[in-house]
T-cell receptor
Framework: DAGVIQSPRHEVTEMGQEVTLRCKPI?????LFWYRQTMMRGLELLIYFNNNVPIDDSGMPEDRFSAKMPNASFSTLKIQPSEPRDSAVYFC???????????????FGPGTRLTVL | AQRVTQPEKLLSVFKGAPVELKCNYS??????LFWYVQYSRQRLQLLLR??SRESIKGFTADLNKGETSFHLKKPFAQEEDSAMYYCALSLANYGQNFVFGPGTRLSVLP
């Protein structure tokens, strides 16, 4: 298995432009997570999906951020319009759904390094 | 509210010295704790989880519910241990939710 796949690996854009980050979770995994990592704030959970449904988006910083999961094998994180303070590494992770009251390991993708000029 | 704290942003030790990365959590339920590691230019990966009670790459971590801590320890640090370490708390509710600590950068000096 190739693991969690993210694209692009690097993105450089100008302030005000729309940015779309993509993620393909591990086949068979039912939960998908989007994280942002910065030097100042460390690793932050932005949103997570279970069976393609957004469960908790309280970590999404503001309305400029949106995430979708149209099917079990694909998710996008969109920033529109982008700002320099959005520059960070964005990680996608997936896990098996272990059932009510239990948890499972999250497998992380390689991340997308976003630079907004 | 659930929280994970890692008091040290940066920890430097010499090769061969013992190392302890501190992690404290606040959670009223039954916690599951994890340590994740990110080596330079590599993806974040699971290092160990408390329920497996195993030693990975010489690291161990014991969950202390009385002190609400899950410190990561290694008796003899190696240069290849230099990385960013994140402590994470998993909330045992349906649908899962992970809370990560801010991370500690470990630098093992030669």
């Amino acid at each position: 298995d190739a693991g969690v796949i993210q694209s692009p690996r690097h993105e450089v854009t100008e302030m005000g432009q729309e940015v779309t980050l993509r993620c393909k979770p591990i086949s068979g995994h039912n939960s998908l997570f989007w994280y942002r990592q910065t030097m100042m704030r460390g690793l932050e959970l932005l949103i997570y999906f279970n069976n393609n449904v957004p469960i908790d988006d309280s970590g999404m910083p503001e309305d400029r951020f949106s995430a979708k999961m149209p099917n079990a094998s694909f998710s996008t994180l969109k920033i529109q319009p982008s700002e320099p303070r959005d520059s960070a590494v964005y990680f996608c992770a997936s896990s098996l759904e272990a059932g009510l009251g239990s948890t499972d390991t999250q497998y992380f993708g390689p991340g997308t390094r976003l630079t907004v000029l | 509210a659930q929280r994970v704290t890692q008091p040290e942003k940066l920890l430097s030790v010499f090769k061969g010295a013992p190392v302890e990365l501190k992690c404290n959590y606040s959670y009223s339920g039954s916690p599951e704790l994890f340590w994740y590691v990110q080596y330079s230019r590599q993806r974040l990966q699971l290092l160990l989880r408390h329920i497996s009670r195993e030693s990975i790459k010489g690291f161990t971590a014991d969950l202390n519910k009385g002190e609400t801590s899950f410190h990561l320890k290694k008796p003899f640090a190696q240069e290849e241990d230099s990385a960013m370490y994140y402590c994470a708390l998993s909330l045992a509710n349906y649908g899962q939710n992970f809370v990560f600590g801010p991370g500690t950068r470990l630098s093992v000096l030669p």
